[in-house]
């Protein structure tokens, strides 16, 4: 793993553009093949629309991999977004992504640690995350970092589910 060189720091809005690139490649990356490409250009379009709203709210964390002068990855994090889960102590993980040209050189445990120090010291002592079903490096990047399915899981695209994941810090 080389992640020489890439720093983690809150993201900016001016780093908006860059941020909704990461996450657009990311998702079409593993949804291709599975999702209409129509429907990934549209959620592309809302990506790149609601990005600049997330970087400086209170309520979530927004953190961004640099390499460079280049955002390569994110992370995104805030109070659980599901009803079933008491929010005491938990906090969701919402997104973590990263550029698929930069898979594998250990920005995403970068970005994952992170976020597991932000929530240390906002109290959280619980993280929850969805994850789909068929994103098999996504699981696989999360079981290695201590994250179990707790038993619960929504519909997702085309009989598929999203599953979701706990982190016990």
Request: hydrophobic residues 40%.
């Amino acid at each position: 793993m080389d992640n020489a060189g890439v720093t983690v720091r809150a993201a900016r809005v001016e780093d908006a553009e860059a941020i909704a690139e990461v996450h657009v490649q990311a998702r079409n990356a593993y949804y291709r093949g599975f999702v209409d490409q129509a429907d990934l250009d549209r959620r592309a379009a809302e990506l790149r629309r609601i990005y600049p709203g997330l970087c400086d709210r209170a309520d979530s964390t927004l953190l961004c991999a640099q390499l460079g002068e280049e955002i390569v990855g994110i992370v995104l994090l805030g109070p659980p977004n599901d009803t079933v889960v008491d929010p005491v102590g938990v906090g969701e993980l919402y997104q973590l992504h990263v550029r698929p040209d930069c898979w594998r050189r250990g920005i995403g445990s970068q970005l994952h640690r992170a976020a597991v120090d932000a929530w240390h010291g906002l109290g959280v002592s619980v993280g929850v995350l969805e994850v789909w079903d068929r994103n098999e490096r996504a699981r696989a990047f999360y079981a290695n970092h201590g994250w179990r399915p707790d038993g619960h899981s929504r519909p997702g695209r085309s009989g598929t589910r999203y599953l979701r994941l706990r982190l016990a810090l």
